[in-house]
């Protein structure tokens, strides 16, 4: 069974810059998160999503980041404009129904300079 | 709103030692608890979950005690080995939400 991709694996850009990250879930997860871990932290969640609709997205900083789950499969998190304190690993995690095991993506590792 | 300490922050040992890493929850109405493995630069890799109903689960060497009443739950690794290096996260839901909030981790180092 295939397991959670994200690309790219990898990004540097320079503050105001925007980026965008992908995730493509296990196939037939309907629950998809996406979590910011800043170095020495455990992941903090940041928007999850159940099919294409969002279920809860309050530690989201809205004004600068937005995701969306098009045909409620992969999901995209954009960032725009990027801020220094943006830069950590971006992972994305799928599970098949909402309150059962959850399983992540390698991340996105992101450095804003 | 859901809280996750884990002691200790770092550990290292010999190898082929027993070892028991802590987690303590503040909301004790969750459904389940899961811990996770993290090696460097690597995502999450899931270890086991524990459901609300169920005091502990095994996988190999590895078994998870979850005490709902006292909000906490331990990993117990049984003779530990050098590829067991590593941090391990403990998360719990919470908050209303479905999404898992995680603590700081314990960086385990076993040496060889």
């Known amino acids: 069974e295939a397991g959670v991709a994200q690309s790219p694996r990898y990004k540097i850009i320079e503050k105001r810059q925007s980026v965008a990250f992908w995730c493509n879930p296990i196939s037939g997860h309907a629950t998809l998160y996406w979590y910011q871990q800043i170095l020495g932290q455990g992941p903090k969640l940041l928007i999850q999503f159940q099919n294409n609709g969002v279920v809860d997205d309050s530690q989201l900083p809205k004004d600068r980041f937005s995701a969306e789950r098009l045909k409620g499969v992969d999901s995209t998190l954009k960032i725009q404009p990027a801020k220094l304190e943006d830069s950590a690993v971006y992972l994305c995690?799928?599970?098949?129904?909402?309150?059962?095991?959850?399983?992540f993506g390698q991340g996105t590792r992101l450095t804003v300079v | 709103k859901q809280e996750v300490t884990q002691i200790p922050a770092a550990l290292s040992v010999p190898e082929g030692e027993n070892l028991v890493l802590n987690c303590s929850f503040t909301?004790?109405?969750?459904?389940?608890l899961q811990w996770f493995r993290q090696d460097p630069g690597k995502g999450l890799t899931s270890l086991l979950l524990i459901q609300s109903s169920q005091r502990e689960q095994t996988s190999g060497r590895l078994n998870a005690s979850l005490d709902k009443s006292s909000g906490r739950s331990t990993l117990y690794i049984a003779a530990s080995q050098p590829g067991d290096s590593a941090t391990y996260l403990c998360?719990?839901?919470?908050?209303?939400?479905?999404?898992?909030?995680f603590g700081k981790g314990t960086h385990l180092i076993i040496q060889p």
């Open positions: 995690a799928s599970s098949l129904e909402l309150r059962t095991e959850a399983f």
């Open positions: 998360a719990a839901p919470g908050g209303g939400a479905d999404g898992l909030t």
């Open positions: 909301d004790s109405a969750i459904y389940n």
